[in-house]
């Protein structure tokens, strides 16, 4: 199966939260985004809700409830008490979970899963309890232990941080490098049962290599380039040609 789409809509809120008016409406462009063919929808609800607000959730989630009942609705942030409640509340099919700061502008690494191992089981232990699916940000540093480690908190998937292939957009060999770690990294997580998510700066140029490399990706979410290209495309177009990228029949 080609991976799904999963369209951040972060970006979009960010821009919308530079006036305190209600557009860019970041429920609308999410509905045209799954009418154009997304499997679902991502947030990252910070603390100081500089992009998406706490307010959201409910309406995003009852777009994908009472419109589009096939997609998922995938919440990432840093598991706080403040985080999980929102995620109780919400109910998201899939909450992916970041070692983030909340002082930090973008997630930019995995979690350490020997040392906050007991940590993330009981989180994970807690949202699988309320049905939702979990995912954990990790580097795609090729480390096969670290991938056990992951596996041990009895989380359902890893989400590959692409950032570094991401950054590598001008340097061919430095991105073919980063491929082989991200791959050999989904290789170890699909051989102890682990399911392999990707995000952070994939674009319609990068994303077909690595879907080559790891075939059985299962998603992608996407919200910087994607926005970038939707306001040369449109979201609806742009939808399309991510998903192109994935692999997917248009």
Not at 22 to 42: E, F, K, N, Q, Y
Not at 170 to 182: C, R, S, V, Y
Not at 239 to 250: D, E, L, P, T, Y
């Amino acid at each position: 199966m080609p991976a799904k789409l999963s369209v951040n809509l972060n970006a979009i809120a960010m821009l919308r939260n530079r006036r305190d008016l209600p557009w860019p409406d970041v429920a609308h462009l999410g509905r045209i985004a799954l009418g154009a063919g997304a499997s679902g929808l991502t947030v990252h609800p910070r603390p100081d809700q500089r992009h998406i607000r706490f307010s959201d959730l409910p309406v995003l989630r009852a777009l994908i409830d009472d419109e589009f009942p096939e997609a998922e609705f995938n919440i990432e942030g840093y598991p706080t008490e403040e985080f999980l409640a929102l995620c109780e509340a919400t109910e998201p099919e899939q909450v992916t979970l970041v070692p983030d700061d909340p002082n930090q502008a973008t997630s930019d690494h995995g979690w350490d899963f020997a040392r906050h191992r007991s940590f993330l089981t009981e989180v994970v232990s807690r949202l699988k309890a309320k049905g939702m699916r979990v995912s954990l940000f990790a580097d795609g540093d090729g480390n096969a232990e670290a991938v056990q480690q992951a596996r041990a908190t009895g989380a359902d998937r890893i989400e590959l941080y692409t950032g570094p292939y991401g950054g590598c957009y001008d340097n061919p060999e430095k991105a073919a490098e980063e491929i082989d770690l991200l791959g050999r990294t989904a290789d170890a997580a699909l051989a102890v049962g682990l399911a392999v998510n990707a995000g952070h700066d994939l674009t319609v140029a990068n994303l077909p290599a690595l879907i080559k490399r790891i075939p059985k990706l299962a998603e992608v979410s996407i919200g910087h380039g994607l926005t970038a290209d939707a306001l040369e495309f449109g979201m609806a177009e742009t939808v399309r040609r991510f998903r192109h990228a994935c692999g997917q029949k248009i």
